[in-house]
């Protein structure tokens, strides 16, 4: 089968019409050594504070931890609010993107536990 045979095949199915795969740009947003792990921590426990989420993510840095919460928060998938009490306390949560996010990460965790041992 040709390239054209396969765009012409799929292209409703898996193509944009600017012929770019939508799952490229999911894959962008979930790049990265901590993204997933920080999802899964508050699939599990939401909300969760700076502090709790470096613990459970060890040897994750201030520095790793902050930027890829950052790069989470500006796409929509997790929530940071900042509670203007002493001392200071801000907790991390998903958004409702971000828990649309579920029923993809039961298929993966579904597919990894079937074929990787």
Request: proline share 6%; aromatic share 10%; hydrophobic share 40%.
């Amino acid at each position: 089968m040709t390239y054209e045979e396969f765009k012409e095949k799929v292209s409703s199915v898996i193509l944009t019409g600017e012929g770019n795969c939508p799952v490229t740009p999911v894959v962008q947003m979930l790049q990265g050594k901590w993204k997933l792990q920080i999802l899964y921590e508050l699939c599990i426990k939401c909300p969760m504070r700076f502090g709790e989420l470096k613990k459970v993510l060890k040897p994750i840095t201030n520095t790793a931890l902050t930027n890829a919460l950052k790069e989470l928060e500006a796409d929509e998938l997790i929530q940071r609010i900042q509670y203007n009490e002493m001392p200071l306390r801000v907790e991390y949560s998903l958004t409702e993107k971000g828990r649309e996010l579920l029923p993809v990460f039961y298929a993966i965790s579904q597919w990894g536990m079937k074929y990787i041992p």
